[in-house]
């Protein structure tokens, strides 16, 4: 799909990635921009200067979903595009507080489904519609520093294979975005981590990889391409990805 024209909306437009999209979708020549954010004041910072439409909105809350899909139809009409987008990355084991499990669940997973449920039908209907989940690399492969974003961007690519089985048939067309680091207020400090590996991206990269995605109707939507190559190694012997795996996790913690 090419972004000239459409109505757009992107979730985490505050910062990082989202803001990046914003950017890009607007240079793309989207004809509404829906932006929406936790953070309600870098939101409308990031909407006036683009000219866009924002709001403050919880994605982990259904029904601030279900109002941010009545606000941006009421300025711009149906929804072309939905960028679900926002994220959140709290470090831990199968230990970490039940809360900052459920948190990153809610945000990183459910936040998919109640867009889904807000937009897909609508875009079926009229035959015609894309969403463009952000999970991450560590969705493919895992997030050896935290055991809620593993299972949470999982979790996210799961879901999106289902909605492409269910949707494509009916011109609604899924991507998934899984990229490894990226410079953005997610990974600010952590530089060092096993993410950054391979390099870090800027958001320009990664939207301009989501535009090419886009384009080109990709499900996965890989704006560093070695990952795609860790997915086929996993494929091919997941007991030897996994040793490796043990690996880079004892390089950063040493004592298990
Ligand atoms: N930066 C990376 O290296 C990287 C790598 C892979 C995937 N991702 C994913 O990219 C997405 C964007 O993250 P980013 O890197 O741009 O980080 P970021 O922290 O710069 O941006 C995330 C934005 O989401 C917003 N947000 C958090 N919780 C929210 C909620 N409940 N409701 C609404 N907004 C909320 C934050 O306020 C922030 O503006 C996330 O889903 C993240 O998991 C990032």
Redesign the pocket.
Same mark, same amino acid.
């Given at each position: 799909m090419q972004i000239k024209d459409k109505v757009v909306v992107i979730?985490? &437009? +505050?910062?990082?990635?989202?803001?990046?999209l914003a950017v890009r979708f607007k240079a793309e020549g989207a004809r509404g921009i829906a932006l929406?954010?936790?953070?309600g004041d870098?939101?409308m910072a990031v909407a006036d200067e683009l000219g866009a439409f924002g709001m403050a909105?919880?994605?982990?809350?259904e029904d601030?979903i279900k109002a941010l899909v009545a606000e941006t139809e009421k300025q711009f009409g149906p929804i072309d595009i939905f960028c679900s987008?926002?994220?959140?990355?709290r470090e831990g084991d199968e230990d970490q507080p039940d809360k900052e499990i459920n948190?990153s669940w809610?945000?990183?997973a459910m936040?998919h489904v109640y867009a889904a449920r807000a937009v897909a039908p609508g875009m079926a209907e009229r035959g015609s519609g894309y969403l463009l989940n952000?999970?991450? &690399? +560590?969705g493919i492969l895992i997030q050896v520093d935290s055991a809620a974003?593993t299972m949470s961007?999982h979790a996210a690519i799961g879901f999106a294979e289902f909605l492409a089985a269910k949707y494509g048939p009916k011109g609604v067309k899924v991507s998934v975005?899984?990229?490894?680091?990226?410079?953005?207020?997610?990974?600010l400090g952590r530089e060092g981590r096993p993410?950054a590996a391979d390099g870090?991206l800027t958001?320009e990269d990664v939207a301009e990889a989501v535009v090419k995605g886009m384009a080109a109707e990709q499900f996965l939507i890989f704006p560093h391409e070695i990952v795609f190559e860790y997915m086929k190694r996993k494929a091919d012997d997941r007991d030897r990805w996994l040793r490796g795996m043990s690996r880079v996790r004892e390089k950063i913690f040493p004592s298990g």
């Open positions: 979730t985490g &437009a +505050a910062s990082g990635i989202g803001k990046g929406a954010d936790m953070n870098g939101v909105c919880d994605v982990g809350d601030q987008n926002a994220g959140i990355l948190d809610q945000i990183n936040s952000t999970s991450s &690399a +560590a974003y961007k975005l899984c990229p490894q680091g990226v410079y953005s207020g997610m990974t993410a870090m958001p």
